[in-house]
């Protein structure tokens, strides 16, 4: 029961990791801090910005799914597993993690709905600049309160408290 409570947190830990070297990945890319020419690949602007936000979600949004439909599986082999495979989240140092997942959400949802618009009402893509400034002041409207409690509730939890 140990080793497969094991497995499951080290595959949510590798989840992780992998979800923030992707993210990494894209933003270096974007910078093309790799190379001698430093700058945006492109003048895309904030729309290239709303782009690469949406795919880091994306995969973050799906790493977090596929972790926890696995940590569920616990539950059918027994309630202790599955006690043990959460106590990972419980910690004090993954509480930043999980605001990330509720940044990650929230922006996610917001951006796929300018999307859709775009999609229904092509004309409307030619605000698409505005739209993307309104959807950061309802990404930030959504998100911040949540996260300073959130963030708020890590931070009394820790150590350092």
């Known amino acids: 029961m140990e080793a497969i409570a094991f497995a499951i947190e080290a595959l949510v830990f590798i989840l992780t990791v992998g979800s923030g070297v992707f993210a990494l990945y894209i933003v270096v890319d974007l910078m093309q801090l790799r190379k001698a020419n430093r700058g945006p690949v492109y003048k895309g602007g904030i729309g290239q910005w709303s782009w690469a936000a949406h795919r880091i979600t994306g995969v973050g949004l799906l790493a977090f799914l596929f972790g926890h439909i696995v940590d569920t599986f616990g539950v059918g082999v027994g309630p202790e ?62 998100f911040l309160p949540a996260g300073f409690f959130m963030m708020r509730q890590a931070v009394e939890a820790s150590p350092f408290a």
């Open 81 to 142: 597993l599955y006690d043990q495979t959460i106590h990972l989240y419980q910690q004090w140092w993954f509480k930043p993690f999980e605001v990330l997942l509720v940044a990650a959400t929230i922006y996610h949802a917001i951006n796929g709905v300018r999307i859709i618009l775009f999609d229904f009402w092509p004309n409307l893509a030619l605000k698409q600049k505005s739209f993307a400034y309104a959807e950061l002041v309802l990404f930030a409207i959504a």
